[in-house]
C-alpha cells in the first residue's frame, strides 16, 4: 500500500475518531461551534478522500496502466469552482447579498446593525424586489476574483502533474500544508494572541487575527507539513521546509485577501453551507495565492 493511501486512511481514521468523540451529547453542548466544525471538516474530507482514492484506481488491463477514473478529482475541483463562483456571484447581486446577510443573521453569524453606513441599503432591499443588477466590480472584486479562478485551475494542474510524474503525495502535501496553517495560526492565536504584541496582525482587516498567531502558528504549520513532506514527497527536506514555510505565509496573504474582500461586502461568511467555515469561499481562502504559485514552480522545477 502506498504512503499516500495510507495517509488518507489514517486521515479519516483521526478525524472520525475526533467527530465521534465531540459527538458525545455532554461534549457537543458544551462545545457546539468545535463540533460543527469537525462535521463540517469529516463531510469535505471524506468528499477529497473518496475522490482521490477512485481517481487512483489502475486500469485493470495489463496494456494499460493509466488512470481511467482521475477524472473525478478534477471533478470535485470543479464543483469548488463553480460553488465558490455562485458565491461571489450572490455577493455581487444587491438581492443575492441582502438574503445572505439576513441567513447569516437568522443564525447568529452575522451583527443584526450593521456598522457600516455604507451596506445598509443592500441589507434594507427587500428579498421580494426584483433586482438583479450587480454592484460596480471594483480592484479588489477583482483581484479575489481572479485569484480565485487562478487557483482552481492550479488544483487540475497540479493533480495532472502529480500523476503523470507518478508524485501523488505532492498534491495531499500542498493542500494539508496549507490547512495546518488555518489549524495552527488558531491555536497559537488563542494561547498567545497578544502577550507581546498589543496591535493585531491586520486590525482593519481582521481584528481577530494577532501577529502572535501569525509568526509561531506559520513556524508550526511548517514543521508539520515538512514532516508530513518527507513522508509523502521525493523532495529532501530542506525544500518541504521551504515549501511548507511559503505555503503557511501565503496561506496568511490569501486569508487577508478574502477578509477585505468580505468586509468590503458587509458579510461575515460567504455561505452557510459548510456549518462552522462558512462557504467555500472561507474554506479555500488559504489556498488562494499558495497553491498557484507552488504549481507553477513544480511544473518549471520539480
Known amino acids: ?39 463540517s471538516w469529516w463531510f469535505m474530507l471524506v468528499a477529497l478522500c473518496l ?93 479575489f476574483s481572479t485569484a480565485f479562478i487562478l487557483l482552481i485551475i492550479s488544483l487540475i494542474a497540479l493533480q495532472q502533474l502529480t500523476w503523470q510524474r507518478e508524485q501523488y503525495g505532492v498534491l495531499l502535501f500542498v493542500l494539508f500544508a496549507s490547512q495546518f496553517n488555518d489549524i495552527a495560526q488558531y491555536l497559537c492565536g488563542r494561547l498567545l494572541g497578544h502577550k507581546w504584541f498589543k496591535r493585531g496582525l491586520a486590525p482593519t482587516i481582521s481584528p481577530n487575527k494577532s501577529i502572535e498567531g501569525a509568526v509561531f502558528g506559520s513556524l508550526l504549520a511548517a514543521i508539520l507539513a515538512s514532516s508530513l513532506g518527507l513522508w509523502l514527497t521525493p523532495f529532501s527536506w530542506l525544500v518541504c521546509l521551504l515549501a511548507a514555510y511559503s505555503l503557511a505565509v501565503s496561506g496568511i496573504a490569501g486569508d487577508l485577501l478574502e477578509s477585505a474582500f468580505k468586509r468590503q461586502h458587509g458579510v461575515k461568511d460567504t455561505g452557510t453551507m459548510l456549518a462552522g467555515h462558512g462557504g467555500v469561499l472561507d474554506r479555500v481562502d488559504s489556498l488562494l495565492i499558495g497553491v498557484p504559485v507552488f504549481t507553477l514552480l513544480y511544473w518549471q522545477f520539480g
Open 1 to 39: 500500500m502506498s504512503t499516500d493511501t495510507l495517509f488518507v486512511i489514517g486521515l479519516m481514521m483521526v478525524v472520525s475518531l475526533v467527530w465521534g468523540i465531540l459527538v458525545i451529547p455532554r461534549l457537543r453542548t458544551r462545545l457546539p461551534k468545535i463540533y460543527l466544525i469537525a462535521r
Open 51 to 143: 475522490c482521490y482514492s477512485i481517481a487512483k484506481l489502475e486500469n485493470p488491463s495489463q496494456y494499460d496502466q493509466s488512470y481511467p477514473y482521475q477524472w473525478l478529482l478534477i471533478a470535485f475541483f470543479i464543483l469548488i469552482g463553480l460553488r465558490g463562483g455562485y458565491e461571489l456571484k450572490r455577493l455581487w447581486c444587491l438581492n443575492g447579498k441582502a438574503w445572505l446577510i439576513r441567513k447569516l443573521q437568522a443564525r447568529g453569524l452575522q451583527p443584526i446593525t450593521s456598522t457600516h453606513e455604507k451596506h445598509s441599503a443592500a441589507i434594507s432591499v427587500p428579498i421580494s424586489t426584483p433586482i438583479s443588477a450587480s454592484a460596480h466590480l471594483n480592484a479588489l472584486d477583482i483581484v
